[in-house]
């Protein structure tokens, strides 16, 4: 049951992270045409072939984002889908569009994540003021209605820093901490950034001193944990068997996901430190007949060097409560034993909105396609991602591979 | 800046107009034998359409904390490092709370602690914060 791996990441647009926007404002159907025939130049395909789309919530249409786009790009589609899956967004439509494509409903499927500002409208208009309303608490909604609204923000506990730093602290109370361990997370994948001149911290390197001299943001987080938004976005093409092997680059096959999510906040979930990430690996790595030892690279999202740890442990690259151990005897750069985000991951590499899950995805599609320049991993054939949306609550694992 | 304050809703209100009287009412599903927190139309899990309302004392135990150096939205400017907690209530729900009366180096994962009803100034909204038992 599954994918059968009969459907291959073929083309990858990634925008260069940018703390300060110097590109110009476009509106997010501009960005998707521009990120698409990106993607599907890198491909060497037509947008003529494009059967599928999948997108995200697009700013210019709060409903019929799919139909939006797809007029826009004058592409008529068989298969349309919006994905709401915060950080996991752009791994969970990878597998989708791998479906569709599996199932036959669509030959090439566009995956795409605008994630840079759009220009602000010429007269100020109540929808916008909304919109920014909509966003002050982060991921916590305060819509009348809205859980977080009645029984989350009016204690204070909102957004994403709060509720990670408490993940961690239960960790800590259940399984120890070690502080240097969590640290060099950040600090391998940083020098891993500085091989990556695409990267935000390019030419920035840093050290376990370092992040733990930064300034404590929410006990235990220091402010180098803490992923730094950006602006950005990325495209990723998923074509079928046929029309992968006529492609410019190595395809990179969709062997196995998984996908799991048990609630927005993880005060409701069901185990604070033991998250989904659990069954969506899992049944990836079934699915693909593979286990964690058969991984030859790892991009995992990691929002909080927190994040990486437990998504090393409940993947099953080590026993739960065993991650800083392992941590510290690995070398998770691209040069090391246990390559790890060799695009610097999102902390250094930058988080541009959605399109930051999206850039474990390419990440990894790169390696495979032996195309990551100076953070090259030799022999990488193999590879796991991970989407983590919510506060690690939405949970998607893929398994991909090379020939 | 004004700190944005829970709306009840119908099926939420009896939760709230019992912080009011200073007593914690939750939802127990009789055919699930469940606990629920928070307030639910159906039981999550089963949606068993058995929900009723009963008072508890509100005690429990610390499952989780941290201490927000930086305020976590602009309307807590003024009240750093803010004390944001999960409690454990012995009937099995957890709950998203504030501690209070506690140095933050006091605070472990773990301790038992128990409930403060902080009436809102120029409100009718009680909060349900916790300090150590």
């Known amino acids: 049951m599954g994918l059968r791996g009969e459907a291959a990441i073929v083309g990858i647009a990634e925008l260069r992270p940018e703390r300060k926007p110097q590109r110009e404002p476009r509106f997010t159907i501009e960005q998707w045409a521009l990120l698409s025939k990106q993607a599907l130049d890198d491909a060497g395909l037509r947008a003529e072939m494009v059967d599928g789309l999948v997108t995200a919530g697009i700013a210019e249409s709060a409903m019929f984002a799919p139909a939006t786009v797809s007029e826009y790009l004058g592409i008529p589609v068989n298969f349309a889908e919006h994905v709401d899956l915060g950080g996991a967004t752009g791994a969970g439509m990878i597998w989708r569009a791998a479906a569709a494509v599996e199932l036959g409903i669509a030959d090439v499927v566009l995956c795409a994540l605008p994630s840079s500002p759009v220009p602000p409208a010429p007269v100020s208009q109540p929808p916008a003021s909304a919109a920014r309303g909509r966003w002050q608490f982060g991921a916590s909604s305060s819509r009348y209605g809205s859980p977080q609204a009645e029984f989350e923000i009016p204690y204070g506990s909102l957004a994403q820093n709060a509720p990670y730093a408490m993940i961690a602290q239960r960790y800590a109370a259940e399984f120890g901490y070690d502080p240097r361990a969590l640290a060099k997370i950040a600090v391998d994948q940083r020098a891993n950034a500085c091989a990556n001149p695409a990267a935000i911290f390019y030419g920035k390197p840093i050290t376990i001193e370092d992040v733990l001299a930064s300034p404590m943001v929410a006990d235990p987080l220091h402010l180098l944990e803490i992923v730094m938004p950006c602006a950005g976005g990325a495209a990723v093409v998923v074509a079928n068997a046929d029309i992968a092997r006529g492609t410019r680059h190595r395809p990179v096959w969709i062997r196995g996901f998984g996908e799991r999510l048990d609630a927005k906040t993880p005060t409701y979930a069901k185990d604070m430190v033991r998250t989904p990430i659990a069954d969506a690996a899992r049944h990836a790595f079934e699915m693909a007949a593979v286990t964690p030892a058969d991984i030859d690279m790892v991009s995992v999202y990691d929002c909080y060097t927190i994040t990486v740890l437990m998504t090393l442990e409940d993947a099953g690259f080590c026993g739960k409560g065993k991650g800083a151990d392992f941590i510290s005897s690995h070398d998770l750069t691209f040069r090391g034993d246990f390559p790890c985000n060799t695009h610097g991951g999102q902390l250094s590499f930058g988080q541009p909105g959605l399109a930051g899950g999206m850039s474990h995805v390419c990440d990894a599609a790169r390696q495979i396609q032996a195309r990551s320049g100076e953070n090259q991993v030799a022999d990488c054939h193999r590879a796991f991602v991970t989407g983590n949306g919510g506060i690690m609550s939405e949970q998607v694992g893929l398994v991909l591979q090379g020939d | ?133």
Not at chain 2, 68 to 75: D, E, W
Not at chain 2, 92 to 116: K, Q, S
């Open chain 2, 1 to 133: 800046m004004d700190k944005p304050l829970p709306v009840p809703t119908p099926v939420s209100g009896p939760f709230w107009d019992a912080l009011r009287e200073h007593k914690v009412v939750i939802q127990y599903s009789p055919s699930a034998d469940r606990w629920v927190f928070y307030p639910r139309i159906l039981a999550p899990g089963t949606l068993a359409d058995d929900l009723e309302w009963r008072e508890i004392s509100g005690l429990g135990t610390l499952y989780s904390f941290t201490v927000a150096r930086y305020p976590t939205a602009p309307a807590w400017a003024g009240d750093v490092p803010q004390l944001l907690a999960v409690v454990e209530l012995d009937q099995g729900p957890r709950i998203t709370t504030e501690l209070v009366n506690v140095a933050p180096e006091a605070i472990e994962v773990g301790i038992r602690v128990r409930p403060v009803f902080c009436d809102v100034p120029g409100s009718d909204v009680t909060l349900l914060k916790y300090e150590p038992h």
